[in-house]
């Protein structure tokens, strides 16, 4: 078993209980979109129209592939911004992220690392 996959199998028990989306030393546990590239975010952002699903739809769309972006509540680290876009009045913060859990029906489950793009948006 992989470092990582064993450290977030101590970890998880520690987050469902927290429960916060702040999350714990450095993992963030929240609904968050996540596309396969930053140029997919990119665009999913220019998209943006209030409407998360038709942006992640016409992204997917255009990628012809169904899943290079969705939403999911994940478990992950936050990486460094690589990205600062602007649509309207709301600055983006185009992110990589390292996902290493994600909520299905039964719960937080682990899941091999790895690396995603997503945002975060502040208004202003």
Do not use: W
Request: glycine fraction near 10%; charged fraction near 15%; hydrophobic fraction near 40%.
């Amino acid at each position: 078993m992989a470092f990582g996959t064993s450290l977030l199998s101590l970890l998880l028990p520690l987050l469902q209980l927290v429960g916060s989306p702040e999350g714990l030393g450095g993992i963030e546990v929240r609904p968050t979109l996540v596309c396969d590239t930053q140029q997919q975010v990119e665009r999913f952002v220019a998209l943006f129209e209030g409407d998360t699903q038709t942006a992640v739809a016409t992204v997917n769309a255009e990628e012809h592939n169904p899943t290079a972006c969705g939403v999911a509540t994940l478990a992950y680290v936050r990486g460094p911004t690589l990205a600062t876009p602007k649509h309207k009045n709301v600055t983006f913060q185009i992110v990589e992220i390292l996902v290493v859990g994600l909520f299905t029906s039964e719960g937080l489950r682990p899941v091999e690392p790895a690396r995603f793009f997503s945002f975060d948006g502040k208004e202003g």
